[in-house]
């Protein structure tokens, strides 16, 4: 079965310091690999995808995430936070449910930004 | 108007209620989806409609009850909850014959009392 693994609860970072977030995926074939972001009391906003091509993905709001095949990781990156970015986090992989495709999320990561 | 949109935002409910979540997409796709998203778990998969064929996850009880009457509209129909059903209801669209990315709603925040 297709999963992702969000190892950290929680991730604090100062304003102006570059952010890591997490990711690990378990597949069987290609991956195809999604970001999410959801702000309080909101629904969840796409981020960024990888489906094949260049490992290095850019999205939304100066976000990227770098697939890595060897290490079976495509941790989300920014340069640069902002403490806007304070958000819960949801990395994705795409599964097969009964033969139509839908969207296997991990718990999520909590990302805190201190002025 | 365009994305996903759901009715109510909020909710409040007996156990022995009727009550009815809303979701209408207006982005053209063709499968749309219910997540039920607790506190501290992953997102659940609740049902997914293709075509307006419905998918079911069997862990999903019976109280429960989705509803796609057309490619843009999703109901889900709530009966006799239970309070750990309290949570937030996500729905979605995609494309599903495309890379499986997903739109969604902001979600039905709902508590059960």
């Known amino acids: 079965a297709q999963s992702v693994a969000q190892p950290e609860d929680q991730v604090n970072v100062a304003e102006g310091n570059p952010l890591t977030v997490k990711c690990t995926y378990s597949v069987s074939g290609n991956p195809y690999l999604f970001w999410y972001v959801q702000y309080p009391n909101r629904g969840l906003q796409f981020l960024l995808k990888y489906i094949t091509g260049d490992n290095l993905v850019k999205g939304s709001y100066g976000f990227e995430a770098e697939f890595n095949k060897s290490q079976t990781s495509f941790h989300l990156k920014k340069p640069s936070a902002l403490v806007s970015d304070s958000a819960l986090y949801f990395c994705a992989v795409r599964a097969l449910f009964r033969g139509y495709s839908t969207l296997t999320f991990g718990k999520g990561t909590m990302l805190l930004v201190s002025p | ?113």
């Open chain 2, 1 to 113: 108007e365009t994305g996903v949109t759901q009715t109510p935002r909020h909710l409040v409910m007996g156990m022995t209620n009727k009550k009815s979540l809303k979701c209408e997409q207006h982005l053209g796709h063709n499968a749309m989806y219910w997540y039920k998203q607790s506190a501290k778990k992953p997102l659940e998969l609740m049902f997914v409609y293709s075509l307006e064929e419905r998918v079911e996850n069997n862990s999903v009880p019976s109280r429960f009850s989705p509803e796609c009457p057309n490619s843009s509209h999703l109901f889900l129909h709530l009966h006799t909850l239970q309070p750990e059903d309290s949570a937030l209801y996500l729905c979605a669209s995609s494309q599903e014959t495309r890379t499986g990315e997903l739109f969604f709603g902001e979600g039905s925040r709902l508590t059960v009392l």
